[in-house]
Every structure is written in C-alpha cells, then in structure tokens.
Nanobody
C-alpha cells in the first residue's frame, strides 16, 4: 500500500523559510520521479516542483529561485526547501509521484502539511 507522509509545515512570516519532508513507502522510490504539489483554499491543486530519479529538477515559475526540491533515495524521502516565502505560498503541500510522460501525479495522496505565510 502506498503511503506518503508530509511534515515540516507551519506558520511563518513573509520572507521566512521552511523545509518540508515527505516520506514514501509502498513504492519503489528510487525509480520514481517525485513532485511537490500545493492547494490553496478555493483553488485547484497545482504542481510546484519535480525531481526525476536522476536528480533533474523543474519548478513552477511562481517558486523558481525560491524553492529547492531534493531527494534522499536511501531514506525514501523527498524534500522541499522554501525560502523568501510570500503570503501567496499559503497552502496545503503534498508530495506524490510524478509521471514524466503524462505529467500526472500518482493515485494516492497523503494528508499534506499546512504552510501559512503571514504578511
């Protein structure tokens, strides 16, 4: 059974930083591209960043140069380092696998971790 457990969210002032972690089980983590997604209130879930099994990264324009995605295959964990946070980054953040062919996430979602950025 696929399990994705996100952690590291919290309340931070604008300009601050947070580091999110996502522990994955039930998948062969090392071969799976992974992604971080977020969903703000009243909005659709959006893709924030992706990392391939080889470490190649890609970012949404809104977070480029502020967020960094990384992975530790030995720990089955993917991270999202978030700097220079803005109020518009407020959302629930989720990780999932990322299909590089159809650009869609996997079928299973974790509970997410809340990030709130105050102005």
């Amino acid at each position: 059974q696929v399990q994705l457990v996100e952690s590291g969210g919290g309340l931070v002032q604008a300009g601050g930083s947070l580091r999110l972690s996502c522990s994955a089980s039930g998948i062969i983590f090392v071969i799976n591209p992974m992604g971080w997604y977020r969903q703000a209130p009243g909005k659709q879930r959006e893709l924030v960043a992706t990392i391939t099994n080889g470490g190649r990264t890609n970012y949404a324009d809104s977070v480029k140069d502020r967020f960094t995605i990384s992975r530790n295959n030995a720990k089955n964990t993917v991270y999202l380092e978030m700097n220079s946070l803005k109020p518009e980054d407020t959302a629930v953040y989720y990780c999932n696998t990322y299909n590089t062919v159809n650009r869609k996430p996997g079928a299973y979602w974790g509970q997410g971790t809340q990030v709130t950025v105050s102005s």
